[in-house]
T-cell receptor
Framework: QKEVEQNSGPLSVPEGAIASLNCTYS??????FFWYRQYSGKSPELIMS????GDKEDGRFTAQLNKASQYVSLLIRDSQPSDSATYLC?????????????FGAGTRLAVHP | DAGITQSPRHKVTETGTPVTLRCHQT?????MYWYRQDPGHGLRLIHY???????DKGEVSDGYSVSRSKTEDFLLTLESATSSQTSVYFC?????????????FGPGTRLTVT
């Protein structure tokens, strides 16, 4: 089992719709969770971090964390074509004496007009 | 890019030659990381540093070495480049004082080994 799993997509949504991106992780001890956005040919950009169960909202983005079920999700409201990118889920694991950031392979989101 | 630069941004080199990539930060962050990103593998940690002269291996460290002589600079060296090291290399930084471990990435270096 991979440590962080995401559906590779592509997830295609119409402009103005809600995009829902999901991620599961294997280590029950994980405490820190992140969503990065990566445009083609660019570097990952941190867009959300979440540390406790529940929802965290920032503009059109909402991160949801459920530690009991070991999943974290990202909702993008009023999706725009400019949201089309690959979204990477990342989880902090404590391994080998240090905190290690483990990335999922990413979900490609396509927002069509 | 949170005050992080990488050089060079693009490089083509031949198999067997040594290559050094540089990461420079202006944020005075303690932790620095080198990742590679390949299709089908996502981002994988090569080496990281938790302070000047303090470095350790990540999950794909074979064939790579690093050095950090100043807080702001973290160098990645491919000792003898191979075609399997063709990849996009990202540097990242983080500051653990807040306990959040958020990492911020540089713009990347695209390396091609022929």
């Amino acid at each position: 089992q991979k440590e962080v799993e995401q559906n590779s997509g592509p997830l295609s949504v119409p402009e103005g719709a809600i995009a829902s991106l999901n991620c599961t992780y294997s280590d029950r001890g994980s405490q820190s969770f992140f969503w990065y956005r990566q445009y083609s040919g660019k570097s990952p950009e941190l867009i959300m971090s979440i540390y406790s169960n529940g929802d965290k909202e920032d503009g059109r983005f909402t991160a949801q964390l459920n530690k009991a079920s070991q999943y974290v999700s990202l909702l993008i409201r009023d999706s725009q074509p400019s949201d089309s990118a690959t979204y990477l889920c990342a989880v902090i694991l404590f391994s080998g004496g240090y905190n290690k950031l483990i990335f999922g392979a990413g979900t490609r989101l396509a927002v069509h007009p | 890019d949170a005050g992080i630069t990488q050089s060079p941004r693009h490089k083509v080199t031949e198999t067997g030659t040594p290559v050094t990539l540089r990461c420079h930060q202006t944020e005075n962050h303690r932790y620095m990381y080198w990742y590679r990103q390949d299709p089908g593998h996502g981002l994988r940690l090569i080496h990281y540093s938790y302070g000047v002269k303090d470095t350790d291996k990540g999950e794909v460290s074979d064939g790579y070495s690093v050095s950090r002589s100043k807080t702001e600079d973290f160098l990645l060296t491919l000792e003898s480049a191979t075609s399997s090291q063709t990849s996009v290399y990202f540097c990242a930084i983080s500051e653990s004082l807040t306990g959040t471990y958020e990492q911020y990435f540089g713009p990347g270096t695209r390396l091609t080994v022929t």
